[in-house]
Nanobody
Framework: QVQLVESGGGLVQAGDSLRLSCAAS????????MGWFRQAPGKEREFVAS????????YYADSVKGRFTISRDNAKNTGYLQMNSLKPDDTAVYYC?????????????????WGQGTQVTVSS
């Protein structure tokens, strides 16, 4: 089983940047595609971005395309989410998880081994 731990959240102002990290441990050879999701108060958990662990192909939600960049460091077993030009609407708890499914997998039910989440708050 893979264990995932997020870090890097915080309180920033609109227009600022943050980089989130997702450290993987355990059966890391099971990693195929890592995804980032977010959940704002009173809203459903929504897909943000995903990356294939081997090869690095990426996929983004339209709401973050051009502002967020997902990456990974295979040697460190760590995934990253670089968030630029942050907006108040980006305020949420951000989670990472992984899936064995293809790039078209974006539903939370398609992913597993969820981390505990890291809070991102963007003030206007």
């Amino acid at each position: 089983q893979v264990q995932l731990v997020e870090s890097g959240g915080g309180l920033v102002q609109a227009g600022d940047s943050l980089r989130l990290s997702c450290a993987a441990s355990g059966r890391t050879f099971d990693l195929y595609r890592m995804g980032w999701f977010r959940q704002a108060p009173g809203k459903e958990r929504e897909f943000v971005a995903s990356i294939r662990w081997s090869g690095g192909s990426t996929y983004y939600a339209d709401s973050v395309k051009g502002r967020f960049t997902i990456s990974r460091d295979n040697a460190k077993n760590t995934g990253y989410l670089q968030m630029n030009s942050l907006k108040p609407d980006d305020t949420a708890v951000y989670y990472c998880a992984h899936t064995r499914l293809s790039i078209t997998a974006t539903a939370p039910a398609d992913f597993r081994s969820w981390g505990q989440g890291t809070q991102v708050t963007v003030s206007s």
